[in-house]
């Protein structure tokens, strides 16, 4: 297996939705070689499993993976993962009694199932992954050749596995989001936590920010620290539509009784903590996050 993960560029004719088509993109592709076609599946149903670990831990929903046509990839046989979303270009179509999907383009606009001929159900949705069978379509026209344990020269079976990361990121904010903002998991979230300074550069407020800034740095979080001279409210304003997991506030309360206060973006639970214990409790409570998420998803 061997897979790179870069920024690619397309002459993309309908760029839209912001980040859900656009001309530069950046995509993880990984590619599977094998002597024979029993190894191709073993590794195909391997990166299946994975796509569906990856989708649950990121907190994405209504992820179903559905066959596809093999297109200009070419091939035996494929698969997408969509997302169902309203936004969606591709249409989906479910079968209700095998409990099957298949993108219409291999139905070629059928109406009922070719296996039970109940009724279809169509939504639309975003494609957020694909997996191919391509055999032994580039090996051969590559001459990319192994010897197998009996000495045969075999042409390698191939298996290709995409996924977007650019667009995956806005199916997420497509379904994680509030009026206020960008509301994603913990394990998916760009920040993982907002430090808002409330007081001039010269207050204790001030100094507090930045000590807990870095000492949450020092921790190996990802954090952002607002102390711009701009009102409190234009400030939590942006700390919800950034959508930090946590939210640090470090205002008055600092001086005046040692205390900050901490935010949680998705539920709004607040938290009052010590100014010395802030960095450590911050810490422990984004841990405490990410393993009630993972339970969830």
Known sequence: MVYQIQTKFRDEARARGGLLRTREFLMKDAYSLHLDQAGLEEAYQTQTHAYHRIYRRLGLTDVHQVRSATGDMGGTLAHEFMALLDVGEDTVAFC????TAVNIEVLEQAVSCATCGGALDHRRAVEVGN????????????????????????????????????????????????????ALTAASAAVDAHVVQIGGGDSRAARVAAEIYAGLRAR????????????????????DLIGATLRVTVGSRAERDGTVEIRERRTGAV???????????????????????????
């Not at 214990?277 to 990410?290: E, M, P």
């Open 220 to 239: 190996g979080l990802d954090v952002l620290l607002d102390d711009r001279d701009a009102r409190a409210g234009e400030k939590f304003t942006d700390a």
């Open 96 to 99: 209700r009694g095998w409990n």
């Open 131 to 182: 997996i191919f069978q391509l055999g032994t379509k580039y090996s051969e026209a590559l001459n990319a050749f192994a010897m197998d344990r009996s000495n045969v020269r075999r042409a390698l079976v191939m298996g290709s596995y995409g996924l977007g990361v650019s667009r995956l990121l806005a199916v997420l904010i497509e379904q994680q989001h509030d009026a206020a903002g960008i």
């Open 271 to 297: 938290h009052e903590v010590g100014v010395t214990d802030a960095a450590l409790a911050v810490v422990r409570l984004h841990q405490d996050i990410l393993r009630r998420e993972a339970a969830v998803n």
